[in-house]
């Protein structure tokens, strides 16, 4: 139970081991401090959605007439959905944290996982977009990225639902955008919508932070953020003006993956 790396003087025979201990026990304590913060995060995040949710389906159980019923049935299930987004999303997080790409990663075309992301945003939000503009700008040549394929289609879904939930009544226009800058794939995804004052931007990045009073977990943005950490990157805000636009850079290629080509 003592991580307490180890400070004594040693033989000089042994300073190799005892460094390599050291970095382990070091790294061991990052992990466990790692799980229990998200273990709090979790238990402060979810308590009040389950209390609820039971309060609900304690409504429905108590409900006089079938009309009553059936209304509280629907808020029921509404509130369940946000749980379960929420508790997602939160797994989300702490994969996104904990995600090793060079051990776990893979070659993929950014392309095509742009193109497909969007799709599934298209299908999950059919009746949200059917006034909105969706528009997607992708380069005509394969954008090769090395990762986890699964995580930076979750980064991109995220952005893509927060513009939408979170652009307000004037949102008209969502346009996804992917060019290659030197060792960079450089994806933007830009609004019309209410956008977020400059002054926001680092809580809006911030875990569970919000901006605004609306829905939503507070995670989707960082999400973001750790994944393209991961994957050598960056995540930031430019005005776009009305609206915002988040700018998702990733690196193109696997360095050593460069170098075996070369060799």
Do not use: C, W
Request: proline share 4%; glycine share 6%; charged share 20%.
């Amino acid at each position: 139970s003592d991580l307490t790396p180890i400070q004594r003087a040693v033989p000089i025979e042994a300073e190799g081991i005892v460094g390599t201990l050291n970095s382990l026990l070091e790294r061991v304590s990052r992990r466990i401090s790692s799980k229990d913060e998200f273990i709090s995060n979790a238990a402060h995040q979810l308590r009040n959605p389950i209390a609820g949710v039971l309060a609900l389906a304690e409504a429905v159980q108590n409900a006089h007439t079938p009309k009553a019923t059936s209304q509280r049935s629907k808020e029921l299930v509404l509130a369940a959905r946000d749980e379960a987004h929420l508790a997602n999303q939160l797994m989300s997080f702490e994969r996104a944290r904990g995600s090793d790409t060079d051990r776990t990663g893979q070659e993929f075309d950014l392309i095509d996982l742009a193109h497909d992301t969007v799709q599934r945003f298209r299908q999950q939000h059919t009746h949200a977009l059917s006034e909105i503009e969706l528009a997607v700008h992708l380069p005509d040549t394969p954008v090769i990225v090395f990762g986890d394929k699964l995580m930076l289609e979750e980064a991109l879904l995220n952005i893509l639902t927060n513009a939408l939930v979170h652009g307000g009544s004037n949102l008209s226009k969502i346009a996804v955008k992917l060019v290659l800058r030197q060792r960079d794939a450089v994806l933007t995804i830009s609004d019309d919508g209410a956008g977020i004052a400059p002054d926001q931007h680092e809580r809006a990045m911030s875990r569970f932070g919000q901006t605004n009073a609306g829905p939503g977990s507070g995670l989707g943005l960082p999400i973001a953020v750790r994944v393209a950490q991961n994957h050598g990157g960056s995540l930031s805000f430019a005005d776009y003006y009305p609206g915002l636009s988040v700018i998702l850079t990733v690196q193109s290629y696997r360095r050593d993956h460069q170098q075996d080509q070369a060799i």
